[in-house]
């Protein structure tokens, strides 16, 4: 059906930034809101930012002014843009997209999940 396929993260130093990448593909889709998601050792899965299928944003408190998502819809990709990087930013990070997919002559929706991509913030 669909796959979501993060890309991006890495070992990076405080202060620093990392651009991450989320692109879905498959055979007949369309994509509805797309968000990442962050889970750290020992902690609850949280939210980082959603995007709307429009553009319209939004964000943790906790990244608000230091991360930017966006999306490229021709290339059914979201970005996330990480600056000013901290420790307490180490995570796995899940891309998260609300699809409408086509099937045996119907079409269906569901929420996707990539497999994440960890990113490591060094004091």
């Known amino acids: 059906q669909v796959q979501l396929v993060e890309s991006g993260g890495g070992l990076v130093q405080a202060g620093g930034s990392l651009r991450l990448s989320c692109v879905a593909s498959?055979?007949?889709?369309?994509?509805?809101?797309m968000g990442w998601y962050r889970q750290a050792p020992g902690k609850q899965r949280e939210l980082v930012a959603t995007i709307t299928s429009d553009g319209s944003t939004n964000y943790a408190d906790s990244v608000k002014g230091r991360f930017t998502i966006s999306r490229d819809n021709a290339k059914n990709t979201v970005y996330l843009q990480t600056n000013s990087l901290k420790p307490e930013d180490t995570a796995v990070y899940c891309c998260n997209a609300d699809i409408l997919y086509y099937s045996g002559g119907s079409w269906f929706r569901d929420n996707y999940w990539g497999q994440g991509t960890q990113v490591t913030v060094s004091s």
């Open positions: 498959g055979r007949r889709f369309s994509i509805n809101d």
